[in-house]
């Protein structure tokens, strides 16, 4: 039997225990064990950012981090914070400017833009790009996706 | 008048054209954004079983030995298989078409047998109760080899030294030459020659999902029902079914969302067979996901293509003829089953397609070598094409001191030359490059931006402009593949039922995978049944359910999807007015219908909701007339037919800052001029030529595969592949201009590959531009800062 820990940690507002394997990565843990599979895969292996999910309330790549590292922590997905309407204008604003096409980047591309709207300042576009260039979308070239977080950051700052 | 009733491109009328034209949000974007779409990897069966590949490490090898003992003790393992074994379950094929004449490929198995021909060639499968263990089974699995010759260059390959497959003959899968004649004595003749030689790196989609397929049989029914991450579901079921010896009625493919495709998703890959396969030998639900450092090694690549070409021009500017020589590699098998001599020939096809000369010579030879295949990826060819003839038409303008855009308005197609002959054999209906070119010129603000330039560069700035114009190759007709025998279909269907609620539904063979075909046909749908938009509900990617069709590929969902979309949109209409007329004991041509409710077509006036028209159809048929059968569910389909493709036309321009001391290239900003018809959402259109732009960027800038000499991919992550980011990708500037195909009565012809046919040629261009002063120039793809410096003889 591989090397497995006990976990309990909070996700999207609910207290969960489960038995992993020590080598099981965040997002294979929430997708696999807990069926929250709004989090993508799209490398494993940390450039892509497919996988961003928040930790403690900061975005982590959950291909990079390790499920047993989660333990005792409040994690967040794109499930959660749709329902808790934490990214509603985001979410509104993608979709008035079809800032996603095939939206599997979508869900990390919120969570990355979900920390720069927390940062309540006015931002330019280059530091837009600079800031989502961890997430790779390979459908919609980018303008849009920059537009609507444009729309959002700076309508709020 | 009805909704959206006369072709919607008839001159001289009014026609209300709905919400078509309208940059509708798409309906089902929404599940996506919230994470709660369906992936095939967020699915879940009951005793699913999950398989890992054992893939060759070397490009060319005779296995000598496999042994699955190991593999076969580890945890959680249900089985090992060979080549063999999935063979008795899985016939293998072979990837040629009869209108590409001589082309020849191997026998291809699901896993190979005997011999490895490329690093990456699943060589077992390893089936678990989870992905992780079948991967550590994987890992045990003990192999001999004798490695043999490998081929990796292609003008080796062709040279024939070692031949890959011996029975063949030859290492050439396919060879075309194509001659108007008079050519040599046009460049005898010519004021002006130029010649250049154009490489085109292997790149490859880079699809953020990986290919993915879960395969569920039923040994009960003998039935297989298959969730794939697919663009071509009926197409696929013709596969399984043929090659997996299963009735084509007990085959369902499922396409739900799918992550991305450009034509990566449309091909038979032998892992994803081999799967099907496995489901049937285990009786139960097999998955297989292709995780990213797989995707590299076994996805289709593309392109890898060295073209020369020689242009002639008069001193007046005028082109007088082309002369081409294109040799392309495709890794050691044809792709089935559209074959991987397309891309090849569609250079033949397209090259100097803008433009108006008659004189046109080209050779094409398609080789075999030791690596990962290639395919069809979006734009297939086009990038090629267009990048050569707009390279060396630049060269020309050059050489004769002429503007190139000037050098283009001389040599443009004239918008009033329709129905126009090109020389290889295309025949266009209606382009309008000169309109393109000069609502580029005046949306770019060309002079001020040649002003701007030359200022720079007295500052040692250095800014290049570059301009490629194009043709492509959209809304295929049979001419594509079915007349090479290949069972995939031109035509597509759409069905349209009004439920009793006064919804409509519609089910339609054309697929989605974010490019917004869904949004699309419920437009149409709405716009010709003349409900609104959230009264419509679209259903796709599901053989079970919608009419038969092709799905998605070379840019045909809107052209030919929307048009069966928008004609049963009008049978239901006229259905439902029977309907009405029965009710009201009215003429059916005193009615209409108007944002959900039947109305009388002189005063408008409402006269029956449709949910009320709904309700008595089907819950109360007993109050019309007793010889009165309502039907509200109506299927049409359309097939291209005049025309083997509907050409659309555009413009790009690309304006770069090049860092003469470090190579690299500031993309500052991108134009993007696309005629593709009538357009059914703008803001759709406008992403799908952006998205298409920046993967053409890809291809230009950064991506390539690289293989050592020896065979093996040296950079198949996705830390060492580079695709483009955010940060350094420009703003694109997009604009329309709307020549319908009168092929059809919607007029749309396709938009999905128009931004990466164009954008590597107008990149190029600019960075020639951009390197002008210092006689240096680029020509092979991708311009890495290496290139570039080596270009400048500082490296
Ligand atoms: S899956 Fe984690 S960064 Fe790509
Ligand atoms: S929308 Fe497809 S990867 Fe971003």
């Known amino acids: ?157 | 008048m009805g909704k959206a009733e006369l072709p919607l491109h008839a001159p001289g009328t009014q026609v209300d054209r709905g919400y078509i034209g309208e940059s509708v949000p798409r309906p089902n974007a929404q599940r996506l954004l919230q994470g709660r779409g369906a992936f095939i990897d967020d699915l879940r069966l009951p005793r699913l079983a999950h398989v890992a590949f054992f893939r060759s490490p070397h490009a060319h090898a005779r296995i000598k030995k496999l042994d699955f003992e190991k593999a076969r003790r580890a945890d959680g393992v249900i089985g090992v298989f060979d080549g063999r074994a999935v063979a008795e379950y899985c016939k293998p094929w072979v990837a040629v078409l009869g209108h590409l004449k001589g082309i020849k490929s191997p026998p291809q198995h699901a896993i190979a047998i005997e011999r490895a021909c490329w690093q990456g060639e699943a060589l077992a499968a390893v089936v678990a109760e989870s992905r992780s263990q079948a991967e550590d089974a994987v890992a045990l699995i003990e192999a001999e080899w004798e490695e043999l010759p490998v081929v990796v260059d292609m003008e080796e390959s062709l040279q024939n030294k070692t031949t890959i497959h011996p029975e063949l003959g030859d290492n050439i899968c396919f060879n075309r030459e194509l001659d108007t004649g008079g050519v040599e004595e046009a460049f005898a003749k010519a004021d002006v020659v130029v010649e250049d030689t154009f490489h085109f790196g292997r790149h490859t989609g880079v699809c953020l999902e990986g290919r993915a397929i879960l395969a569920d049989y039923n040994a009960a029914e003998h039935s297989l029902t298959v969730y794939q991450a697919t663009q071509a579901p009926h197409m696929m079921q013709d596969i399984f079914s043929r090659h997996l010896g299963i009735p084509e009625a007990n085959v369902r493919v499922i396409a739900k969302d799918v992550g991305g495709s450009f034509g990566i998703k449309v091909h038979v890959y032998p892992d994803e067979m081999a799967t099907a396969a496995l489901s049937i030998m285990l009786r139960r639900p097999v998955k297989f996901v292709a995780d990213r450092l797989e995707s590299f090694l076994s996805d289709i690549h593309a392109r890898e293509h060295r073209v020369k070409v020689r242009l002639a021009v008069s001193k007046t500017g005028e082109i007088v003829a082309f002369d081409l020589d294109d040799l392309t590699a495709i890794g050691p098998y044809s792709v089935y089953p559209r074959t991987s001599g397309i891309e090849g020939n569609q250079v033949v096809n397209l090259t100097g397609g803008p433009y108006r000369h008659q004189k046109y010579r080209a050779k094409m030879n398609v080789v075999f070598t030791n690596k990962n295949l290639t395919c069809q990826y979006r734009a297939v060819g086009h990038p090629i094409a267009v990048a050569l003839t707009e390279g060396i038409v630049d060269l020309a303008a050059q050489k004769l001191g002429m503007d190139p855009a000037q050098f283009r308005k001389i040599n443009l197609i004239a918008d009033d030359a329709y129905p126009y002959t090109f020389p290889s054999g295309l025949k266009f209906e209606q382009l309008s490059h000169h309109k393109a070119l000069d609502l580029l010129l005046k949306t770019m603000e060309y002079s001020k931006l040649r002003d701007e330039q030359s200022r720079l560069r007295q500052q040692g700035i250095y800014r290049g402009i570059g301009i490629a114009a194009m043709i492509e190759v959209t809304n295929p007709s049979p001419a594509f593949y079915g007349v090479g025998g290949a069972r995939i279909s031109a035509q597509d269907g759409a069905t349209l039922r009004l439920e009793p609620t006064g919804m409509v539904t519609v089910m339609c063979s054309v697929t989605e995978q974010g490019q917004g075909t869904e949004a699309a046909f419920a437009q149409i749908a709405a716009s010709a049944v003349g409900i609104s938009i959230d009264k419509v509900k679209v259903i796709t990617g599901d053989t079970g359910v919608t009419p038969y069709g092709g799905g998605t590929w070379a840019s045909r969902g809107a052209g030919i999807g929307g048009e069966a979309v928008l004609l049963a949109g009008r049978a239901l209409r006229s259905n439902m007015l029977d309907v009405a007329a029965a009710m009201l004991k009215m003429d059916k041509t005193e009615l209409d219908v108007e944002k959900n409710y039947v109305v009388n077509l002189l005063t408008r006036e409402k006269k029956i909701d449709l949910a009320e028209l709904g309700r008595v159809a089907y819950f109360r048929p007993d109050t019309l007339p007793l010889d009165f059968q309502s039907e509200l569910t109506v299927t049409r389909h359309y097939t291209p037919r005049q025309y083997a493709f509907a050409f659309t036309n555009g413009i790009q321009a690309s304006l770069v800052e090049v860092d003469v001391e470090t190579g690299f290239v500031q993309l500052l900003k991108h134009w993007c001029v696309e005629d593709s018809g009538t357009v059914i959402n703008p803001m759709l259109v406008d992403e799908q030529l952006r998205g298409g732009v920046v993967q053409g960027i890809g291809a230009a800038l950064f991506e390539e595969c690289v293989y050592g000499p020896d065979g093996q991919l040296l950079n198949g992550n996705l830390a060492d592949y580079l695709v483009p980011m955010a940060g350094e990708m420009p703003d694109i500037v997009c604009a329309h201009i709307e020549t319908p195909t009168r092929q059809s009565q919607l007029g749309a012809k396709g938009v999905g590959e128009a931004g990466t046919a164009g954008a590597p040629g107008a990149v190029m261009n600019a960075i020639n531009d951009a390197l002008l002063p210092f006689n240096a120039r680029v020509t092979a793809m991708p311009f890495t800062p290496e290139r570039i410096l080596k270009a400048l003889k500082k490296v």
């Open chain 1, 1 to 157: 039997m591989e090397h497995a820990n006990d976990i309990t940690l909070t996700v999207n507002g609910t207290r969960v225990s489960r038995r992993v394997p020590a080598r099981q990565h965040l997002v294979d843990f929430l997708r696999d064990e807990l069926g929250l599979t709004g989090s993508h895969i799209g490398c494993e292996h940390g450039v892509c950012g497919a996988c961003t999910v928040r930790v403690n309330g900061e975005i982590v790549r959950g291909c990079l981090m390790l499920a047993v590292q989660a333990d005792g922590c409040t994690v967040d997905t794109i499930e959660g914070l749709s329902d808790a309407k934490e990214l509603e204008a985001l979410q509104k604003a993608f979709h008035e400017r079809n800032a996603l096409q095939c939206g599997f980047c979508t869900p990390g591309m919120l969570m990355a833009a979900l920390d720069l709207t927390k940062k309540n300042t006015k931002v330019t576009r280059e530091e837009i790009r600079a800031h989502i260039s961890g997430n790779y979308c390979r459908c919609t070239g980018y303008q849009a996706i920059v537009d609507a977080i444009e729309e959002v950051v700076n309508g709020q700052g």
